[in-house]
């Protein structure tokens, strides 16, 4: 199996070993880990972004900030556009967002968890898609390998609220691993598409970026901000982002 297929995997499998905790685990998580753990997808997520996306954008235009400033709001634009379209309910919130809709909560939970994927995978295919104007594939592998150690966290976070909505726990499971699978989709549609715009690669950079950090700021910071514990969260945060930061720099 070669290094391309392995980092187009990775996340997903990482979603997956996450997901497996409702086995495992006969409570909710304890609100102190879940905080720290949501700090840390967080940190590794805007370190990714501006280290392995935005950053190569700039240098790939020549140090032209105008693909990555377009990029960047486009992603912004994209997630902002399918959070409007979309039924979906955040873990732990009461109210579904969206258009209105008949589907059931695990299946609107679901949908927010796959809105919150998608942007992770299209980063795994642009940094791929990147080795063809410079990126190395150590750089590439390090996105995919931050991204499937926030994402076993993020697993855990999905599948244990789904077993306490009621779920069985093979459902609970079976749901949180599908919700990853738009990780490796996104991954090959981008890899397709940068092969036929090439020269769109920086803008695809920033893109996914944007993309990233909507999720980042719109989910995952407001629910860590949200009761008591939140220095854990930033505890977190700090710890993903030097971890996502050192990947990249000693694998970059």
């Keep these: 199996m070669n290094a391309l297929v392995i980092g187009i995997l990775l996340p997903l499998v990482g979603t997956m070993m996450g997901s497996a905790f409702v086995f495992f685990m006969k409570k909710e998580i304890p609100d102190r880990l879940q905080k720290t753990l949501l700090g840390f997808a967080s940190g590794v997520m805007v370190a990714a972004s501006v280290w392995s996306l935005l950053i190569p954008s700039i240098d790939m235009a ?6 990555a400033a377009m990029g960047f709001m486009a992603g912004i634009a994209f997630l902002l556009l399918i959070d409007e379209l979309t ?11 969206g258009p209105k809709s008949r589907l059931s909560r695990t299946m609107m ?22 080795e063809a104007q410079g990126l190395t594939l150590s750089a ?11 994402n076993i966290p993020e697993g855990a976070i999905i599948s244990m609220p789904m077993h306490a909505e009621g779920n069985s ?9 599908l919700s ?9 549609a981008i890899l397709l598409l940068a092969g036929v715009l090439g020269v769109a690669l920086p803008y695809l950079l920033a893109f996914a970026a944007g993309a990233m950090m909507y999720v980042v700021v719109e989910e995952l ?10 220095n854990l969260s930033t505890i977190g ?5 030097v971890l996502m930061m050192v990947m990249d720099v000693l694998l970059g």
Excluded: D
Aim: aromatic share 4%; net charge negative; proline share 6%.
């Design 221 to 230: 910071i407001p629910e860590t901000a949200q009761g008591h514990h939140t």
């Design 109 to 130: 939970l679901a949908l927010a968890v796959t809105i919150h994927n998608l942007p992770e995978g299209m980063a795994v295919g642009v940094v791929f898609a990147g």
């Design 169 to 177: 726990r093979m459902k609970s499971f079976l749901i949180g691993t």
């Design 140 to 150: 590439a592998l390090a996105v995919a390998i931050g991204i499937a150690l926030q």
């Design 180 to 188: 990853g699978v738009v990780e490796p989709v996104g991954s090959v």
């Design 87 to 97: 039924p979906h309910l955040h873990v732990g919130a009461q109210k579904a967002e």
């Design 62 to 67: 020549g140090e032209n900030v105008v693909p």
């Design 237 to 241: 945060f700090a710890l993903g982002f």
